[in-house]
T-cell receptor, first 114, second 113 residues
Framework: AQSVTQPDIHITVSEGASLELRCNYS??????LFWYVQSPGQGLQLLLK??????LVQGIKGFEAEFKRSQSSFNLRKPSVHWSDAAEYFC????????????FGRGTSLIVHP | DGGITQSPKYLFRKEGQNVTLSCEQN?????MYWYRQDPGQGLRLIYY???????QKGDIAEGYSVSREKKESFPLTVTSAQKNPTAFYLC????????????FGQGTRLTVV
């Protein structure tokens, strides 16, 4: 079965600083990988996704993520964080064959200091 | 606009009551999901359905029930057998196949009073 690990429960950065949120997955074949963002009391919004091809994926709101097969990682990055980026971030993995049931990590809470 | 609608946004349940959370989608998606979210635990799968009139238990199905009589609708009932129902519930849908993302509703916060 697939699984996702987000090792950081909380991340605190200053506004304007760079950001990297870590995600490691476990899956036997090539996975489908996603990053979602959740504002308090809201649903999840897709930031970006990786299915195949270029391992560096661009998303909305200036985010990008890099798929590294050798490290089983899909880390999310942003070069300059804005106060509005404060939210909960979830990494997810989907199976590349058969039925698709997204499996989510526990989430990383991003705190942005002014 | 296409999307997923969950209602109500806030729901209060008395001890021993069953309550039903609504989830409707107009995205023409085959698959629908219910997740429970608790602080620090991420999203845990309760039930999912990949086709009308069929659904499967997820990781934490005990104390919950669902139905899928229409493609657009996937209501979740929290029964009195669920001993700790206070949580944030999220409904999602997707096309079949792994190369597609899940779309989420805005969630329902259920509180036991």
């Amino acid at each position: 079965a697939q699984s996702v690990t987000q090792p950081d429960i909380h991340i605190t950065v200053s506004e304007g600083a760079s950001l990297e949120l870590r995600c490691n997955y476990s899956y036997g074949a090539t996975p489908y990988l996603f990053w979602y963002v959740q504002s308090p009391g809201q649903g999840l919004q897709l930031l970006l996704k990786y299915f195949s091809g270029d391992t560096l994926v661009q998303g909305i709101k200036g985010f990008e993520a890099e798929f590294k097969r050798s490290q089983s990682s899909f880390n999310l990055r942003k070069p300059s964080v804005h106060w509005s980026d404060a939210a909960e971030y979830f990494c997810a993995v989907g199976a590349s064959g058969g039925s698709y049931i997204p499996t989510f990590g526990r989430g990383t809470s991003l705190i942005v200091h002014p | 606009d296409g999307g997923i609608t969950q209602s109500p946004k806030y729901l209060f349940r008395k001890e021993g009551q069953n309550v039903t959370l609504s989830c409707e989608q107009n995205l023409n998606h085959d698959a629908m999901y219910w997740y429970r979210q608790d602080p620090g635990q991420g999203l845990r799968l309760i039930y999912y359905s990949q086709i009308v009139n069929d659904f499967q238990k997820g990781d934490i199905a005990e104390g919950y029930s669902v139905s899928r009589e229409k493609k657009e609708s996937f209501p979740l009932t929290v029964t009195s057998a669920q001993k700790n129902p206070t949580a944030f519930y999220l409904c999602a849908s997707s096309q079949q196949g792994g190369d597609t993302e899940a779309f989420f509703g805005q969630g329902t916060r259920l509180t036991v009073v």
